[in-house]
C-alpha cells in the first residue's frame, strides 16, 4: 500500500466492472478505486490467448482452416511463455491447460465448418472462402462507447446474416453448469447492445453468448426492456461508485479479500490501517470524472 495515496472514482464503467460491482462493492473498491491487480490466473492467461486465436483466425481465408486455427494457437501460446511460467505450475498442469485450449478452439471449428457446410448445402455460398466470407464477422473486437453514461467496453464480434440480421457476440471459455445462465453474462450482453445502439444507432436483432469448451451458442433477443434496464444499471452504478471511502463498499461473503472483510479485531485493524494509508483527505467524492 502506498502512503497518502490519492483516489479517485472510476472515469469510465464497463461491464466487468458493473458486475464486479453487483457482485461484491469491497471488490470493486480493491479492484477499480484502490488499483489492486488481479491475481494472474491460468484462467485468464487462456482466455486471452484463445479470444487473440479468434480474432486473428477471422484476418484472412486460408484452405486449411484447422491447420490455421493451429498455427495461430502455437504462435500465441508460445508468446505467452512468460506469462505461464509465472504461474509456476507443475509441467503436467501446464499441459492439461495446454490441451483445453486446443479443445475449446477445435470445438469453435467444427461449429464454424457445420455452418460453412450448411451454406454450400443450401446453395447460399458457392465454395468454402465464400461461406468463410459469408460467416465472418463484421467486426472484430469492436469498441463501443457512450461518454453520456460513462460507460464502454469491447464486444468480440458482430455479425451480420444474409437477412440483415445483425447478432453481437462474446467469447467464453469458462466453464457452465447446467442449463442456467449466469447473469453476470446477461447483464455483460444487454450493455453491449445498448452501447452498440447508442454508438452505432442501430439496434441489434440479438446477443449471444459462444461457450466454446462446449461449441454451444445461446442467443437473446435484444428487447426495449432489455436496453432500458441496461441503461438503468448502469446510471445507479454510476451514482453508487463515486464515493472513494472504503466503507461505502461492503464486502459479501465471497470477497477476494475476505481476510480485510472479516468482523473481528484483527481484521478490523487491518481496514483501519487501509484508511490510514490511503489518508482522510480522500474521504467521500461525489463528484463526476
Given amino acids: 500500500m502506498t502512503e497518502n495515496k490519492e483516489l479517485k472514482p472510476q472515469a469510465r464503467l464497463s461491464p466487468t466492472s ?5 457482485n461484491c462493492p469491497r471488490c470493486y473498491y480493491m479492484q477499480y478505486i484502490y488499483g489492486v491487480q488481479t491475481p494472474p490466473s491460468i484462467h485468464l492467461v487462456k482466455g486471452r490467448i484463445v479470444h ?5 483466425f477471422f484476418k484472412t481465408y486460408r484452405k486449411d482452416l484447422d491447420a490455421r486455427l493451429l498455427s495461430l494457437f502455437n504462435k500465441l501460446w508460445d508468446k ?21 485450449c486446443i479443445n475449446m478452439i477445435m470445438e469453435y471449428y467444427h461449429m464454424f465448418r457445420r455452418q460453412m457446410n450448411m451454406l454450400l448445402d443450401l446453395g447460399k455460398a458457392e465454395n468454402d472462402s465464400h461461406a468463410y466470407y459469408l460467416l465472418k464477422p463484421k467486426f472484430r473486437e469492436l ?3 457512450d461518454k453520456d453514461i460513462h ?35 446477461k447483464r ?11 454508438q452505432e444507432g442501430i439496434v441489434a436483432d440479438e446477443v449471444a453468448v459462444d461457450f466454446l469448451r462446449y461449441g454451444e451458442v445461446y ?10 434496464k441496461a441503461e438503468a444499471l448502469i446510471k445507479a452504478t454510476w451514482e453508487n461508485t463515486r464515493s472513494v471511502d472504503i466503507d461505502d463498499y461492503a464486502p459479501n461473503p465471497y470477497c477476494h479479500y475476505k481476510e480485510l472483510c472479516k468482523d473481528d479485531s484483527e481484521s478490523n485493524a487491518r481496514i483501519q490501517k487501509i484508511k490510514e494509508l490511503i489518508g482522510d483527505k480522500n474521504g467521500k467524492d461525489d463528484s463526476a470524472v
Fill in 219 to 228: 442467443r437473446y433477443e435484444v428487447t426495449d426492456d432489455m436496453l432500458t
Fill in 52 to 56: 487473440s486465436v479468434l480474432e486473428d
Fill in 80 to 100: 505467452n511463455k512468460k506469462d505461464l511460467d509465472r504461474l509456476e505450475l507443475e509441467p503436467e498442469e501446464i499441459s492439461k491447460h495446454r490441451t483445453d
Fill in 143 to 145: 469498441w463501443v462507447e
Fill in 18 to 22: 458493473i458486475n464486479t460491482y453487483i
Fill in 188 to 198: 455483460q450482453l444487454s450493455i453491449y447492445a445498448l452501447l452498440y445502439r447508442n
Fill in 151 to 185: 460507460c464502454c467496453g469491447y464486444i468480440d464480434r458482430v455479425n451480420e446474416d444474409y437477412d440483415s440480421n445483425i447478432t453481437l457476440g462474446d467469447y467464453k471459455t469458462s466453464s457452465k453448469y447446467g442449463l442456467n445462465f449466469p447473469e453476470d453474462y
